[in-house]
């Protein structure tokens, strides 16, 4: 009976009715899909006129409709490219192969239609609505077009904090699988000091998602502040963000693993526990490298929480006032006194264990007094750090029993009776596997194979990884588990169903347009109203012109046919009306509704007298996909007003600059930047800090001058080579001069020789394929090369500060070579003059993460000043730096694109070690330079 009754409410046309019989649908029978089929269309139509709530009920329950009856929009990639077969297929196989791989997508009009109506809602006041269009375009829109909705989503970050949480954490689980959406909003997601700690965390986590190399410099500077905050959860999960970018981003590594090690001389005991948490698991991807870290958090161990300071500090110097201020506190082991000192870090402590455990034969003198310390302490310590204490004992026992042979039965003494059963049993059990005697099994054996067994890496992954299977802005997704009543989205069918079923009988369109009694009584009022919803459909068809492009180059057809379809079956559901009365409405009123035409006109595309007219026609008249109107009496409509339309419309082309549109979404804070890799990072930098605190603005000016080249090398690098080019070869070096072409470019320059015996004609740039924010200056094309002829011409190209390589086409007359162009990372610099006194100065505020140092072993006789030098600026187009001392040796430059300054420093120590230090903004460019510098200094 129920289900009667909301079918026959589906069938209803008021918007007042849309919202309320499908949550009812929802709520009743959410599996009869067949209710929908017939009523999928009005429900697309009248979704923008149904009020908020009505909405957001609508547009999941079609979500979920969309995912049943079209098939998968997210094209997957192919194998093979279009010119590309396996090499032992013969032709009639790959094209099997081919035909089955090439089905051209089609996205059905229904589809379509869902998509483009649910556009305008992005721009809603209601932040429940922008999230329901959100998700729907992220669950069957193409991904292509889903990119519209991270602005809308950045938008809402200005809501109150409840809405906050729900929108970052349904961008963290879109951030895992598509960065590109977010890239450009990524300042928008730096932590505020006002964000409560649910905020704090979960922007931590969506810029987590976002680091790449190019912006892993900005973001770890963003990370040193966020260590420094008074909300202690907030900074320890900060530490934890640094450690999956070390993991994530290998370039940074090593620049994450020694600002943790910094840390760890923190005066806060959370950010050093945390540190060490985090140290732990990086140490464990490659411990062989870090000995000199292992024993430092060693020494750590007694600094970590040391009970027996603290108790004694509390007994002797707080008690006594805490008696006079509080006098209930009669005894010191009773709260709060007895929580305060023994309150400790034990997954800190547990975790500086388990990593010398691991590692004892590496350090074989710090391990067993390591297990000396914790004995003491053993009965004292929280239990997870007595089972470490335990384990430590028997790998020590295993490794190197004559030292710890009596301090391991001690403690496994200990454990014996220890309070918690868990310690116990594992008391008992390392005791029957490590000490021999007639009980022990066959396991016994292996002792020292199960303590010392290669453990695996442990993975960082984001904790929002696994909730994408959620259907996005559900309370499932939010607490990620299944919550009473959630619906699941089902998978994308293999072969679209029927789609007849969403045709309305033709019988109930006939009734409508049968009325001509009323019409005319009815026309002002219906014309008012159904002019306005044109001009509001006009609105979003132009704003859905871009998805209809994108929709075409994929293959689809041009679905204006449909959608015209689908809005003359609501039009005429309201009550459309004949052609007589529309032909003599339009004549009437041809004056009146002047305006309101050449507004329409201007919408759309003015290709010719014909279409102006057409449009004009159709616009004056609600029903715009009716066929059935003679062309006749649309031309001499059109010859009576074509005058009166070219006035108003060179009017209105004149105020078009005037009265631009303002939408909620344009804001200018919101503006998509290009790329975050060539913009320079907007945050102070060092130098600008010290000259504000100094109020000497003139500093920085005198520190940064760039400098002619103290070196450059004859080096070239094969372009393209002959046998390629056809006879043509190309060649290219680096002048190490600033480029004529634009000051953030770095100059090539490219030789052409003519290997042939006729002539090349027609040398230029053809296609280019430039990751995103780079940008070239390309040469001028060549008329002709002389056989055996040769010549230099010059580019310009803006790296954006990274290696990455800069694809293009060198073309001819008759072919196209496809070429690479992968700059060195020392020839993306410029040489800098500078006092020794500046440079101490710049190098001081460039240190932590800014800093990366290696340590060199050569020859005595490769360690003079001439040959230094000749290595250093070989390698690098840097400038020297007078300094005062013959042990050191200073240069500086400059990046090329940002500008942010490269100061290189070899320090000479005893013997045959030196130890070369960058300390620059810009950490993967001074990591990548101290990779190259390390071996060539090092070889004779």
């Known amino acids: 009976m129920l289900i009667e009754i909301i079918e026959k409410l589906l069938k209803d046309k008021s918007t007042l009715v849309a919202g309320s019989v499908v949550m009812a649908f929802e709520e009743v029978c959410p599996d009869r899909i067949d209710l929908i089929h017939k009523n999928y269309r009005k429900l697309c139509n009248l979704l923008v006129d149904v009020e908020e709530w009505g909405q957001v009920v609508i547009i999941h329950m079609l979500t979920r409709y969309a995912r049943t009856q079209f098939v998968s929009p997210w094209k997957e990639g192919d194998g093979l490219e279009d010119n590309e077969k396996d090499f032992y297929d013969s032709d009639e196989e790959q094209k099997e192969k081919t035909d089955k791989r090439k089905k051209p997508y089609t996205m059905d009009p229904d589809h379509r239609l869902l998509i483009r109506n649910t556009k305008p809602l992005l721009q809603s006041r209601n932040a429940a609505v922008v999230m329901a269009v959100a998700q729907l375009y992220w669950h069957i829109a193409p991904k292509s077009e889903a990119g519209i909705i991270s602005k809308s989503l950045v938008r809402l970050l200005r809501s109150n904090r409840e809405v906050q949480y729900i929108v970052l954490q349904n961008i963290a689980t879109m951030s895992i699988q598509r960065k590109g959406m977010f890239e450009p909003y990524l300042k928008s997601f730096y932590v505020r000091s006002t964000d409560p700690t649910m905020i704090k965390i979960l922007k931590l986590e969506i810029l987590t998602n976002l680091a790449n190399e190019a912006n892993i410099s900005t973001l770890l500077r963003e990370f040193q502040t966020y260590v420094k905050s008074q909300d202690k959860q907030f900074a320890a999960a900060t530490i934890q963000t640094i450690g999956r970018c070390a993991t994530n981003i290998s370039e940074v590594t090593d620049t994450c693993l020694t600002g943790l090690v910094c840390l760890l001389s923190n005066r806060d005991e959370i950010v050093v526990a945390e540190s060490v948490v985090v140290i732990k698991k990086l140490l464990q991807m490659q411990p062989v490298q870090h000995g000199e870290i292992i024993k430092h958090m060693a020494k750590l161990l ?516 496809s070429v690479n162009i992968q700059p060195p990372v020392g020839e993306l610099l410029l040489p800098v003059a500078m006092s020794e006194k500046d440079f101490k100065k710049e190098q001081g505020m460039l240190t932590g993460m800014n800093e990366t140092s290696t340590v060199i072993i050569a020859a005595p006789q490769n360690f003079t000043s001439s040959v230094i030098l000749q290595k250093v600026v070989n390698v690098a187009n840097v400038g020297v730096v007078p300094s005062g001392q013959d042990n050191i040796h200073r240069f500086a430059a400059k990046t090329v694109h940002s500008g942010s300054l490269m100061l290189v420093t070899v320090e000479l120590k005893e013997g045959c070690t030196a130890q070369l230090i960058i300390n620059t903004e810009k950490t993967v460019i001074g990591s990548l330079l101290l990779r190259e510098l390390k071996p060539v200094l090092s070889q004779g």
């Open 302 to 817: 007694d600094s970590i929480t040391n009970q027996s300071f603290w108790k004694n500090y509390l007994k002797r110097i707080l008690f006594p006032y805490l008696q006079l201020v509080n006098p209930s506190q009669s005894d010191f082991d009773s709260p709060p006194l007895h929580y305060f000192c023994f309150c400790k870090v034990p997954v800190a402590r547990a975790s500086i264990l388990w990593l010398i455990g691991e590692n004892c034969e590496r350090v074989p003198k710090i391990a067993p007094d390591v297990l000396r310390k914790t004995a003491k302490s053993f009965t004292g310590e929280d239990d997870l750090v007595k089972l470490q204490i335990l384990n430590l004992g028997a790998k020590l026992y295993l490794t190197n029993s004559k030292q710890t042979k009596l301090l391991t039965q001690y403690i496994l003494n200990l454990g014996k009776y220890d309070q918690n059963y868990d310690i116990r049993d594992r008391t008992r059990f390392i005791r029957q596997l490590i000490v021999p005697n007639e009980k022990s099994g066959a396991l016994s054996k292996y002792a020292k194979k199960i303590f010392l067994a290669q453990k695996p890496a442990p993975l960082l992954e984001s904790p929002f990884k696994g909730r994408d299977h959620y259907q996005l802005g559900t309370l499932s997704h939010t607490l990620n588990t299944k919550a009473t009543g959630y619906l699941e989205l089902s998978n994308w069918p293999e072969v679209a169903p029927d789609p007849s079923v969403r045709n309305v009988e033709v019988i109930e369109l006939a009734k409508e347009w049968t009325p001509a009694g009323k019409a005319k009584k009815e026309n002002p009022d219906k014309k008012f109203y159904s002019e306005s919803a044109e001009e509001e459909e006009d609105s979003s068809e132009s704003s859905s012109d871009s998805e209809s492009e994108s929709g075409s180059e994929s293959g689809e057809p041009d679905e204006e046919g449909d959608s015209s379809e689908d809005s003359s079956e609501h039009e005429s559901e309201s009550g459309s009306e004949s052609e007589a009365e529309n032909k003599r409405a339009a004549k009437k009123n041809s004056k009146t509704k002047g305006k309101s035409d050449s507004e329409d006109v201007d919408k759309e595309n003015e290709n010719s007298k014909t279409s102006d007219s057409s449009n004009a026609e159709s616009s004056s008249i609600e029903d715009s996909s009716s066929d059935s109107e003679s062309e006749s009496e649309s031309e001499s409509e059109s010859e009576s007003r074509k005058v009166t339309k070219e006035k108003e419309n060179k009017t209105k082309q004149d105020r078009n600059p005037l009265t631009k549109d303002v939408s909620l979404l344009d804001l200018d804070d919101f503006n998509p930047v290009s790329t975050p890799v060539a913009l320079p990072t907007p945050a102070l930098s060092p130098s600008l800090i010290a000259d504000l605190e100094g109020l000497n603005l003139s500093a920085s000016s005198s520190v940064i001058s760039v400098s002619t080249p103290v070196f450059v090398p004859v080096k070239t690098h094969v372009l393209l080579h002959r046998m390629s080019g056809k006879g043509l070869a190309a060649h290219y070096f680096f002048p190490r001069q600033p480029c004529v072409f634009g000051d953030n470019m770095v100059s090539v320059q490219i030789t052409l020789n003519n290997t042939t015996d006729w002539k090349v004609e027609n040398i230029h740039i053809g296609e280019k394929k430039l990751p995103v924010g780079m940008q070239m200056h390309v040469f001028n094309p060549i008329e002709s090369l002389e056989p055996e002829g040769s010549i230099t011409v010059s580019m310009g190209i803006d790296f954006c500060d990274s290696t990455q390589t800069a694809s293009f086409q060198l073309c001819t007359k008759d072919d196209c070579f």
